[in-house]
């Protein structure tokens, strides 16, 4: 059984900054890629950022120049650091990995965490 535990959400006031982690364990044989969403208040899911198992990284828009997606392989976690934040950036962000699990037999299959919760106030 895998499991995603997401943490670092909370409260902060605008032009602050701050990190979120999300592990992955259980039965990971490979990481294919790891990321990060967001569904702010009324709004649907929306990408924030991806990256692969090889360290490729991809952004949304809105992020870019401000939020900073890496990962630790050797721990199967990924960290997001997001700064500048504006109100906008108010929402449950979302942990999501594509992995290859399995123990006798291995396939890929895509994990979603609970969410954590950013919210961007003064």
């Known amino acids: 059984q895998v499991q995603l535990v997401e943490s670092g959400g909370g409260l902060v006031q605008p032009g602050g900054s701050l990190r979120l982690s999300c592990a992955a364990s259980?039965?990971?044989?490979?990481?294919?890629?790891m990321g990060w969403y967001r569904q702010p208040p009324g709004k649907q899911r929306e990408l924030v950022a991806t990256?692969?198992?090889?360290?490729?990284?991809n952004y949304a828009d809105s992020v870019k120049g401000r939020f900073t997606i890496s990962a630790d392989n050797a721990k199967n976690t990924v960290y997001l650091q997001m700064n500048s934040l504006t109100p906008e950036d108010t929402a449950v962000y979302y942990c999501?990995?594509?992995?290859?699990?399995?123990?006798?037999?291995?396939?890929?299959?895509?994990?979603w965490g609970k969410g954590t919760l950013v919210t961007v106030s003064s």
């Open positions: 999501n990995a594509d992995l290859n699990v399995g123990v006798i037999s291995r396939y890929d299959k895509d994990y």
């Open positions: 259980g039965s990971i044989f490979t990481i294919n890629a």
């Open positions: 990256i692969t198992g090889g360290g490729s990284t």
